[in-house]
């Protein structure tokens, strides 16, 4: 069975453009999860989806955004980009986005920001 | 606040040579504690979760322990494929995991 995939793999950004990087669950997770690892950090937690709708935020300014669609991929939009927001995102799925679930993480997409 | 603090920030050690790794966490209510293994360039990959004090659990040379402040992860006689960062996390009240920032570990033949 296919894992978590997200696309693209890399992508090189100039500041003040936008981006939108895509995810797709493991079959029958309704759950996605996006999250930002700083080099030498832990990922940090950006948003939740479940059934289409946002479960829960983190600490990160409205230029990021997101969206689920009917058939459980997500979509992570950053506008305005920043050199600080270089970073690898990862998107991760779960059965139904309890908080005490496993969760199973894409590759992620490297951004680097120029 | 939630807050994860991992110890050491990186560890070398040779084959064979059995360590710990440690997670020190701060938070309302645990409601689960989560290792992660993370190989370079890839997203982390599950490998334990632990409930309460006292509990423990093993997979092939590792062995997660949990007190009620702490967690610790046990390597016994590691070998280099055991090379990666490992993470510990643990579950907020926003949906979120809060990670730790890791320990490198590098095992050499």
């Known amino acids: 069975d296919a894992g978590v995939t997200q696309s693209p793999t890399h992508l090189i950004k100039t500041r003040g453009q936008q981006v939108t990087l895509r995810c797709s669950p493991i079959?029958?997770?309704?759950?996605v999860s996006w999250y930002q690892q700083v080099l030498g950090q832990g990922p940090q937690f950006i948003f939740q989806?479940?059934?289409?709708?946002?479960?829960g935020r983190g600490n990160f300014p409205d230029r990021f955004s997101a969206r689920q669609f009917p058939n459980y991929s997500s979509e992570l939009n950053v506008n305005a980009l920043l050199l600080g927001d270089s970073a690898l995102y990862l998107c991760a799925s779960s059965l139904q986005g309890a908080t005490n679930e496993k969760l199973f993480f894409g590759s992620g997409t490297q951004l680097s920001v120029l | 606040e939630d807050q994860v603090t991992q110890s050491p920030e990186a560890l070398r050690l040779q084959e064979g040579e059995s360590s710990s790794l440690n997670c020190s966490y701060t938070v309302s209510g645990l409601r689960g504690l989560f290792w992660y293994r993370q190989d370079p360039g890839k997203g982390p990959e599950f490998l334990f979760t632990l409930y309460s004090a006292g509990e423990e659990k093993e997979k092939e040379r590792l062995k997660a322990t949990l007190t009620k402040k702490e967690s610790f992860l046990h390597i016994t006689a590691p070998k280099p494929e055991d090379s990666a960062t490992y993470l510990c996390a643990v579950p907020g009240s926003a949906r979120q995991l809060t990670f730790g920032s890791g320990t490198q570990l590098t095992v050499l033949p």
């Open positions: 079959s029958g997770h309704k759950s």
């Open positions: 989806y479940y059934e289409k709708e946002e479960r």
